[in-house]
C-alpha cells in the first residue's frame, strides 16, 4: 500500500523559509520521478516541482523558480521541498505526489502571512 506523509508546513511571514518532507513508503522509490502540488482554496492544484528518479533533473512552476529547490534522498525514501523567499501567494496546501499516478498524502498546510 503506498503511503506519502507530508510534514513540515506551517505559519511564516513573507520572505521566510520552509522545508517540506514527504516520508515515502510501500514502493520502490527510487526507481520513480516525484513531485510536489500546491492547491489554494478555490483554485486548481498546480504543480509546484518534480525531480527525476535520480535526482538528476528537476523542473518547476515558473512562479517558484529561483525560490524553491526540490531534492530527494533515496536512502530515506524522502522528497524535500526547500521553499525560500516565501510570499502570501505561496499559501496554500502542499502535496506530494508519486508523478503520475494517483497516489497522494495528506498534504501540509503552508500559510505565508504577517
Known amino acids: 500500500q503506498v503511503q506519502l506523509v507530508e510534514s513540515g508546513g506551517g505559519l511564516v511571514q513573507p520572505g521566510g523559509s520552509l522545508r517540506l518532507s514527504c516520508a515515502a513508503s510501500?514502493?520502490?522509490?527510487?526507481?520513480?520521478?516525484m513531485s510536489w502540488y500546491r492547491q489554494a482554496p478555490g483554485k486548481e492544484r498546480e504543480l509546484v516541482a518534480l525531480i527525476t528518479s535520480a535526482g538528476g533533473i528537476t523542473n518547476y512552476a515558473d512562479s517558484v523558480k529561483g525560490r524553491f529547490t526540490i531534492s530527494r534522498d533515496n536512502a530515506k525514501n524522502t522528497v524535500y521541498l526547500q521553499m525560500n523567499s516565501l510570499k502570501p501567494e505561496d499559501t496554500a496546501i502542499y502535496l506530494c505526489?508519486?508523478?503520475?499516478?494517483?497516489?497522494w498524502g495528506q498534504g501540509t498546510q503552508v500559510t505565508v502571512s504577517s
Open positions: 505526489n508519486r508523478h503520475l499516478y494517483n497516489d
Open positions: 510501500g514502493f520502490t522509490f527510487s526507481r520513480y520521478v
